[in-house]
DNA sequence: TGTACTTAAGTTTTT
DNA sequence: CTTAAGTACA
């Protein structure tokens, strides 16, 4: 026991310990938050408080989960199987096939993925004849689920207007869709089990007295749902135990709440709320830079980190004339480093939109520096895989109209849009699934011969599902569909081929998991309900639901010691020894959208505050003057973010010969550093503000790129600093027209972008 | 049915 | 610029 305690400090140590009350853990970035997380589910055990089986661990990411489960594993001399520990789809399917007939789903219902769900959604809209202009799917995709995350059906949507009404009526008939294949989506997951339990009573009891003790990962990231889920499970004296940082809550787009852990505080009566801020990742001025932005919040619970193992080196800024010589910049840092000794998989390129990797990406290339972006494509929505995976549901569940229009012509057999479409409206007039109507034979002539020959297929496929092994049966859809044969004859197919080849492999893997009960479908003794179906049915419904609930990894090839580039989203949770933020302009980072949304710059704010708590030791932010964006050249100035950094933590970079002249500070580098003029300092600090040391910086002007961007008849130049009366300070980014009429679009930095007449707008050189 | 061209749009993402 | 999705045509 004290082996598990002593070496925490004295807030982790609280929280490990207390007693059996619901708790809520502000756990700063890099303040081992993980760590107390599993060591207080393994004080718990040791203690002999709770038993594994009364443990309900949930996180929002398959990969917190597994690192959760091996740090449990090393902690504890038990196995780890009793406990819950998962993420809340996953563990609401656990849930949900245990449950099947209380949760009136059929035992192998599918779990259609977002990709999945778009696609039905299309169907059912055209099938509706829905104006695609007036709805398109990927709204009534969002307005679903959106619904649906609020924890609403379509009858409890309120509906104001014509338009609402229209898409609540839609969202009534995707889900009796649904409803009619077996398959549910992600949010039907969720919504499905805290259903299932509201009106089971037995069932609900069962499953509060079983789990003890609750405890959330990342709780700033719930959704209403999920909250409501939470505290469905509680109950009156259920003890939860929520850790999260709502300084780092950036998952508002996609319906978290951070309001929930005020709502937890309130609807749980929590005392004390414990703060962990001391820090073991970053150095103190990294920390200092962090907590100085963060500081810039109102919506804010408050904690400041803190870290006793000293300042280290200054934040490194540099501010590069365009997106080219930023990426040289960052080429040539990355370089350096490396030649220091740091691995360049110990160095993450962080950027706030994927479309900004290309360029860097294209530098770091013909540097030759080995690189990983995340964010690709991944292994179980590559598109060979998913028509692969359709065969296979199509053998556990036949109604799945989704797969069935998937693959009935892929490889392609003959089967025309024509004859689709009469299987589709033969099934709208209430004559059942695809796969029905098409065996009653409703398509004739040629293509009717060949709906015959696929629907022989899919029955192959269904016997042989019963007694094949799984990668068999993977190994059968290869030969019987042609998918094989296919993508042999596909001159750009290799790749392909060998990912069907791995698929196999992977379900052979995934067989030998699930019989070592690693998966967490093989349900324990405890439950209420067995399963039922052959072992071989409950197999494939393993399998499948654990090729939609876990995509597979979004990194490329791993192994080798590459530097890796990602988005600041992607980047959270992560840790590495030198961090580059790049892009840190107005419009790009803050993004130009946020600014339209209530609260946007806050959650942006917080999104800065998340890269830069990645870094241990070096630290380095970048921004253009100008960058390639659409096509088409923009004008950017820097992010207010790096203002709001204390001068006196950065140094800024100017190479060398970058050196060209000491005169008024210019342009086109959106600021090279001096963007105020306001003797020197840097504007934030005011005061003695160090800024770039004049001496050995001189604030440089690059000449050639100011030449060229100085169109003759106008006052100004494109890319030049200015100053109006009433919005302050913005930077030249257009211009339209000539002589009286001609107009100038100028970016401000509080103002956001606007168009002037230049006749009367009072512009001065700023 | 498949290929070639046009057109529009372009934050962030897990399950 | 780049990509995806839609349209026109052989």
New binding site residues.
């Given amino acids: 026991m004290s082996r598990l305690v002593s070496s925490l400090n004295p807030q982790q140590h609280q929280a490990v310990t207390l007693p059996r009350e619901s708790a809520l853990i502000l756990a700063g970035a890099g303040s081992g938050k993980t760590r107390v997380l599993t060591t207080r589910i393994a004080y718990l055990v040791e203690s002999g408080q709770v038993s594994p089986g009364g443990i309900l661990a949930v996180t929002?990411?398959?990969?917190a989960a597994r690192e959760m489960l091996t740090r449990l594993s090393a902690m504890l001399p038990i196995n780890t199987r009793g406990m819950w520990v998962g993420?809340f789809?996953?563990l609401c399917n656990r849930l949900l096939r245990t449950h099947f007939r209380d949760a009136d789903l059929p035992q192998l219902f599918q779990i259609l993925?977002?990709g999945d769900q778009q696609s039905l959604i299309k169907r059912l809209a055209k099938a509706q004849g829905l104006d695609e202009e007036k709805y398109p799917p990927r709204q009534l995709q969002n307005f679903i689920n959106n619904a649906k995350e609020a924890g609403l059906r379509a009858n409890a949507v309120e509906a104001g207007d014509e338009f609402t009404r229209r898409m609540m009526q839609f969202y009534a008939d995707y889900d009796a869709q649904c409803n009619r294949e077996g398959v549910v989506d992600?949010?039907e997951l969720m919504l499905r089990t805290f259903e299932t339990l509201a009106r089971n009573l037995n069932l609900l009891q069962h499953y509060q007295n079983r789990f003890r003790f609750i405890l959330v990962d990342e709780f700033q990231d719930t959704n209403k749902l999920q909250y409501k889920w939470i505290k469905l499970l509680a109950g009156t004296n259920g003890c939860v135990f929520a850790v999260g940082d709502d300084d780092q809550s950036?998952?508002r787009?996609?319906g978290a709440e951070v309001g929930n852990m005020n709502e937890f505080v309130r609807d749980f009566g929590i005392r004390e709320v414990i703060k962990l801020e001391q820090n073991y990742r970053s150095q103190g001025n990294i920390l200092d830079a962090a907590n100085a932005i963060i500081a810039q919040n109102k919506a804010r619970l408050g904690k400041n980190l803190w870290t006793d193992e000293g300042k280290g080196e200054p934040l490194r800024i540099y501010a590069a004339a365009n997106d080219n010589e930023e990426a040289a910049f960052i080429v040539d840092e990355v370089r350096q480093l490396h030649r220091e000794g740091m691995a360049l998989s110990d160095m993450a390129l962080l950027y706030?939109?994927?479309?900004q990797s290309?360029v860097l990406e294209h530098s770091l290339f013909r540097a030759k520096i080995a690189y990983k972006v995340y964010?690709g494509l991944r292994f179980f929505e590559r598109q060979e895989i998913k028509h692969a995976m359709a065969y296979l549901r199509l053998a556990a569940n036949p109604d799945d109209d989704t797969a069935f229009s998937r693959v009935v012509?892929f490889p392609?057999r003959?089967?025309?849009?024509r004859s689709i479409e009469q299987l589709q409206e033969a099934s709208e007039q209430g004559m059942g699934s695809l796969m029905h109507v098409a065996k009653n034979g409703v398509v004739g002539g040629r293509s009717g011969s060949s709906i015959a020959q696929f629907i022989a297929i899919i029955e192959g496929l269904r016997k042989s599902a019963e007694t094949l092994r799984l990668s068999e049966l993977i190994e059968e859809i290869l030969e019987r569909s042609n998918l094989r044969q296919f993508y042999a004859a596909e001159k750009d197919g290799q790749d392909r081929l060998e990912n069907l080849n791995e698929l196999i492999n992977a379900a052979a893997l995934f067989a030998d998991d699930y019989e070592h009960g690693l998966e967490p479908a093989g349900e324990s003794q405890a439950d209420v309900e067995q399963l039922e179906g052959t072992p071989e049915q409950q197999l494939l419904a393993a399998f499948l639901s654990h090729a939609s609930?876990?995509?597979g990894e979004?990194e490329a090839a791993a192994g080798q010691d590459a530097l890796q580039l990602?988005?600041i989203?992607?980047a959270k949770g992560l840790e590495f020894s030198g961090v580059f933020i790049s892009g840190l302009e107005e419009g790009l980072f803050p993004?130009d959208?946020?600014m339209l949304?209530d609260g946007g710059i806050e959650e942006e704010r917080r999104l800065m505050y998340v890269a830069i708590t990645r870094a241990r030791k070096r630290l380095y932010l970048s921004y253009a003057g100008s960058r390639?964006l659409?096509?088409q050249p923009r004008y950017g100035i820097v992010s207010r973010f790096v203002e709001e950094i204390p001068p006196a933590l950065c140094k800024w970079i100017v190479l060398p010969e970058k050196q060209f002249d000491t005169g008024r500070q210019s342009a086109f580098g959106g600021g090279w550093g001096n963007r105020n003029n306001n003797g020197g300092g840097w504007s934030s600090g005011g005061g003695r503000a160090p800024g770039p040391d004049k001496d050995r910086y001189p604030t440089p002007v690059k000449r050639e790129s100011f030449e060229k961007a100085r169109p003759d008849e106008h006052p100004f130049a494109i890319g030049q600093n200015v100053r109006h009366a009433k919005f302050g300070e913005g930077v030249v980014i257009n211009f339209e027209g000539r002589g009286l009429d001609a107009r100038i679009q100028v970016r401000f930095a509080s103002d956001g972008t606007k168009w002037l007449a230049l006749q009367y707008a009072k512009l001065t050189p700023a």
Wanted: glycine share 12%; aromatic share 10%.
């Fill in positions: 929002f990411t398959n990969k993420t789809h996953g993925d977002s992600f949010a950036i998952y787009f996609r706030r939109s994927n479309a290309r964010g012509n392609p003959g089967i025309g849009a609930l876990e995509a979004r990602m988005t989203h992607s993004h959208n946020s949304e390639m659409h096509g």
